[in-house]
Every structure is written in C-alpha cells, then in structure tokens.
Nanobody, 121 residues
Framework: QVQLVESGGGLVQTGGSLRLSCAASGSISTINAMGWYRQAPGKQRELVALITSGGITNYADSLKGRFTISRGNAKNMVYLQMNSLKPEDTAVYYC???????????????WGQGTQVTVSS
C-alpha cells in the first residue's frame, strides 16, 4: 500500500505565499511522477503541476510564473511553492503520485487526502 500525506495548507491573504509538502511512503518500487491537482467548490479537479522522476515539470498554463514544483533529495517528497496567491486559487489541493508498487510491473495512481488552501481578498 502507498500513502501520500500532504501538509502546508491554510489561510493566506491575497498576494501571500504558501508552500505545500507531500510525502509518499509505503511499498514503493519506483515513483514515476508526483504532483498536485486542485479542486475548487463546484468545479472539476484540475492539474496544477507535475514533476517526473527525471525532473521534467508540467504546469497549468494559468499558473506558470506563480507556482513552482520541486522534489526533495529523497525523491519521495514533492513541494509546491505558491506565490502571489489570488482568491481564485482557493481550493482543496491534492497530492498525486504515479507509483510502481513493490512486486508489481505496472504503475498505479495514488492520491492524498487533500489540504485546504484559502486565499482571502
């Protein structure tokens, strides 16, 4: 079993910054990619940013320049630095990982429980 645990959400004023962290643990053979999605009330879950095991990043076009994804040295950690936050960034942010579990040959997608980010105007 693989677990993803997020931390770092909270309440911040417009223009402020937050840093989200996510740790992957459990029966992991390989992590192909980790990243972040978000879901605002009444909206579909959308991609925020992804980073592959090779360090290739992919961002939602609307977030480029404000959000930065990075990995920890241990490669089972992923971070999301969010700057110049806007009220429309308010959402539940979910950690995502594409993982090959131990004793498996194919990958499976895993999700964290989500962390609330609220940006006040």
């Amino acid at each position: 079993q693989v677990q993803l645990v997020e931390s770092g959400g909270g309440l911040v004023q417009t223009g402020g910054s937050l840093r989200l962290s996510c740790a992957a643990s459990g029966s992991i053979s390989t992590i192909n990619a980790m990243g972040w999605y978000r879901q605002a009330p009444g909206k579909q879950r959308e991609l925020v940013a992804l980073i592959t095991s090779g360090g290739i990043t992919n961002y939602a076009d609307s977030l480029k320049g404000r959000f930065t994804i990075s990995r920890g040295n241990a490669k089972n950690m992923v971070y999301l630095q969010m700057n110049s936050l806007k009220p429309e960034d308010t959402a539940v942010y979910y950690c995502y990982a594409d993982v090959v579990p131990l004793a498996h040959r194919t990958s499976t997608e895993y999700w964290g429980q989500g962390t609330q980010v609220t940006v006040s105007s």
